[in-house]
């Protein structure tokens, strides 16, 4: 399962619900978050030649989406919308189909002060994911409010309700990626 947070902030409290959601998986599920959001170049499709990229970190972001059996997306929301780094992210996806039917799903992770719950995000999210053709996930979309207190020295959330919600939400997706996985070998 890949991780993506649509922050490039150290102190994300969205990287804190991933980091969370990889310790919470379980041995059995490999969740690997991916670091390289803002270092990513803008997406221009002159740079996208026959869905073969030539940056390399185009390239390799690529490699992992497409490796991935499943797909959890954590984000804040910026003016209104997805913030530029995810959806540029997530441009580069559509030259060589990467979310194509994959299955994803998100973590609302919105501090209980945020007056929407970034549910704006959350729409432009699903209406990219639509429009990529990944295969969303709703019993795996959960809102876990997360406040900057809840997050540990380790980079962890420690509220044992957060960190249950967020493993229900892991599990969903593992559970669906994996019943789509058999029905695919069947």
């Known amino acids: 399962m890949l991780l993506i947070s649509g922050s490039a902030r150290g102190g994300s409290t969205n990287v804190a619900a991933l980091r969370t959601a990889a310790a919470v998986a379980g041995a059995d599920l490999d969740a690997v978050l991916f670091g390289g959001i803002g270092e990513l170049p803008l997406f221009n499709p002159d740079d996208d030649r026959d869905g073969v990229p030539l940056d390399p970190r185009v390239a390799a972001m690529r490699a992992a989406v497409s490796a991935a059996d499943a797909v959890l997306i954590c984000t804040p929301e910026y003016a209104g919308a997805l913030p530029a780094a995810l959806k540029n992210l997530l441009e580069w996806t559509i030259g060589d189909a990467g979310t194509y039917r994959t299955p994803v799903a998100w973590i609302n992770a919105a501090g209980p002060a945020a007056p929407s719950g970034a549910a704006d995000a959350h729409e432009s999210l699903a209406k990219v994911l639509r429009y990529a053709g990944a ?20 980079g962890l959330i420690g509220d ?6 967020i493993a229900t939400a892991v599990t969903a997706l593992a559970d669906h990626a994996r019943v789509r996985a058999g029905a695919a070998d069947a």
Request: hydrophobic fraction near 50%; proline fraction near 4%.
């Open 135 to 154: 295969e969303i996930v709703e019993a795996a979309c959960v809102r876990v409010p997360v406040t900057r207190d809840m997050v540990g020295d380790d």
């Open 160 to 165: 044992v309700g957060a960190r249950a919600a």
